[in-house]
């Protein structure tokens, strides 16, 4: 990591919750309130202080590690469900194909 970056850690060794917190969305809002942009528009910055302020609602412990499991538990579920449509959209483009040959010229 380069020096010119702060980098944070989390003195828990369970960070699920954080990982889907930062994996969404949500915190989007309050980057563009107190970011920065610098030459590059896909890239934004944003100062320790304001990092450290972010209003995030942490639960306790206990159900941070429930919170993060369902999240988990429901990513595997799309995952898996995501394999199975996958699995159909290619049996349905082999009967099209038995069904509808090509003729070859």
Known sequence: MSPLYTVFSFR???TDFF???FNSSAWHSY???VGSTGA???RMAISNSD???MPLSVPNP???QKIAHCLS???EVIGLESHKLDALKNLKKGLMQQLFPQEVA
Do not use: G, V
């Open 31 to 33: 980057m563009r309130k």
């Open 73 to 75: 538990s429901l990513d």
């Open 62 to 64: 206990k159900e941070q």
């Open 12 to 14: 828990q060794s369970d």
């Open 51 to 53: 990092f450290l302020a």
């Open 40 to 42: 590059r528009h896909d």
């Open 19 to 21: 990982a889907h917190y």
